[in-house]
């Protein structure tokens, strides 16, 4: 019964530590880094690292490589209420996107992305 007990205390500790892993509710790209939650730092130019592609080869494999290259800008954000930052890469060129916004949202210090962006709408992974 002790063991049992110390178990369902690590499973409920766990479920709440990584029950709010993307605070973003699916929606619009552009609504969710322009709300008064979050506080997003200046796109720059950005290639894609290769800890940031190697995590996420799922979702870059979908891309040419030749012409998007140089496509993707980046940016940090931080949710105001938290204090948890969040960085995303985001595809800016119409010779590879085909003029959507493709890209990933993930959380600082991590590689592997907790959100995606297709055709500029968000959705939590």
């Known amino acids: 019964m002790k063991y049992f007990f110390v178990t369902m205390m690590i499973v409920f ?26 506080s997003t730092s200046k796109e720059v130019r950005s290639k894609i690292p290769k800890n940031v592609f190697w995590a996420n080869r799922a979702f870059f494999s979908t891309f040419n490589s030749s012409s998007c290259k140089n496509a993707f800008v980046t940016s940090t954000f931080e949710q ?23 890209g990933i949202i993930i959380k600082a210090g991590k590689s592997k992305a907790i959100a995606t962006i297709s055709d500029g709408y968000v959705e939590c992974l």
């Open 13 to 38: 500790n766990s479920a709440i530590s990584f029950g709010n892993t993307c605070p973003f509710a699916d929606g619009d790209f552009g609504d969710v880094i322009s709300s008064p939650e979050f």
């Open 80 to 102: 105001l209420a938290t204090g948890d930052a969040f960085y995303y890469y985001r595809s800016v060129e119409d010779s590879c996107d085909g003029g959507n916004t493709y």
